[in-house]
């Protein structure tokens, strides 16, 4: 299994900034693979399991504020 976590700032603030290009990333794949986040309260995060060319992987943004990631 895989991990992709894309790192980032939650809320509004630094939406569309670098400090967000992380989540951005996973936004594209999320897209590309036509996939949607679900929140895991447990880890505080948001996250989707699923299979690609027979790798199962795991796409994730974490709820916390980047630096405390």
């Not at 590309?32 to 796409?59: E, P």
Request: include cysteine; charged fraction near 25%; proline fraction near 3%.
């Amino acid at each position: 299994m895989k991990l992709i976590a894309g790192l980032g700032n939650p809320g509004l603030t630094y939406r569309d900034t670098r400090h967000n290009l992380g989540f951005m990333a996973i936004d594209g794949l999320l897209k590309y693979l036509d996939l949607r986040l679900r929140r895991d309260f447990s880890c505080n995060c948001l996250k989707v399991k699923s299979k690609f060319k027979g790798i199962d992987f795991v796409l994730c943004k974490p709820l916390l504020f980047m630096n405390l990631s």
